[in-house]
């Protein structure tokens, strides 16, 4: 097998990302050759200057070239970072205004399918659950009282099926829906 040799030695290398890799490798394989005396393969193999003319570099061995991870990954990562932060903002910003106008949302979906023939406007009497929703401020001790009397005196006189939120709501459940369910599901609101 022939002797083969690759002199580097008065090459213009430009130092960047790229050539990382390469020098690392060199550095590992300068010793072995030294000790062999075949120094002279890596003699004036310089950095000629940068890319983009970030960080000049002149006259530096190539063998003395170093650059750390974050040199060379600050920018991707610092790109890539921002845009899941920026994708999590939106996400947060959609679901919060969701959220907090769900209500007028649902009646404007409503609002449009029954405009548009996709939902029926009226139910037939017998898909109504309640005849009445009674929805009303159930801390205001003399309408609670009022409404209690009055709902009392229709089921019981009239046998009117009848929601009241104070009775019918389940344990724990979020009075707003559990509210306008009901109405959805009522002939009347009161």
Known sequence: MPDLRVLF??????CSCDLVKFTDWMRQQYPIYQIENKGSW?????????P???????????LDFRLSWWDCYS?????????????????????????RYRWKLRYALLAFCIRHGLVRGRKLQSEWTYDACFIYD?????????????????????RLRLYEAERDAPVGSNMLDEAASAIDKSRQAV
């Open 138 to 158: 159930e801390t205001d001790s003399s309408v609670s009282e009022w409404v209690g009397d009055l709902v009392l005196k229709l089921e019981t006189d009239l």
């Open 75 to 99: 920018r991707r990562l610092i790109a890539v970072l921002s845009s899941a932060i920026g994708g999590l903002m939106v996400v947060f910003a959609v679901s919060s205004a969701v959220s």
């Open 9 to 14: 030695g008065g090459n213009q290398f430009v």
């Open 52 to 62: 983009n003319g970030s960080h000049p570099i002149s006259n530096v061995m190539l």
């Open 42 to 50: 890596l003699s004036n193999a310089m950095c000629n200057k940068m």
